[in-house]
């Protein structure tokens, strides 16, 4: 059992920083990997990046590549999105997620087991 709550979002201007945070109570946070998405309105959820149990190995969608970076720190059970450079298109609700799973695709939403709640991330021109 893992519950995920994200926080840090909030209103910032183009080419600004936001650093989401996502909280976790289960006590194998050091045994999932973790992923962030994201949702737009009317747009499907889409993913962002993840990074595995260790924090060796990070993902990233093209459109964040050089921008945004993916962390953990397992002892504080917790996984963050450093956002940087941020664009208008940036605008979304902002998930956390956790996968058990050993296998599979970590840019699809099927992968994951547990969701957050979400927190709003809103970029201005």
């Known amino acids: 059992q893992v519950q995920l709550v994200e926080s840090g979002g909030g209103l910032v201007q183009a080419g600004g920083s936001l650093r989401l945070s996502c909280a976790a109570s289960g006590r194998t946070f050091s045994s999932y990997i973790m992923g962030w998405f994201r949702q737009a309105p009317e747009k499907e959820r889409e993913f962002i990046a993840a990074?595995?149990?260790?924090?060796?190995?990070?993902y990233y969608t093209d459109s964040v590549k050089g921008r945004f970076t993916i962390s953990r720190d397992n002892a504080k059970n917790t996984v963050y999105l450093q956002t940087n450079t941020l664009k208008p298109e940036d605008t979304a609700v902002y998930y956390c997620?956790?996968?058990?799973?050993?296998?599979?695709?970590?840019?699809?939403?099927?992968?994951?087991?547990?969701w957050g709640q979400g927190t709003q991330v809103t970029v201005s021109s």
């Open positions: 997620a956790a996968s058990s799973r050993t296998r599979g695709n970590v840019r699809v939403t099927y992968q994951y087991d547990y």
């Open positions: 990074i595995s149990w260790t924090g060796g190995s990070t």
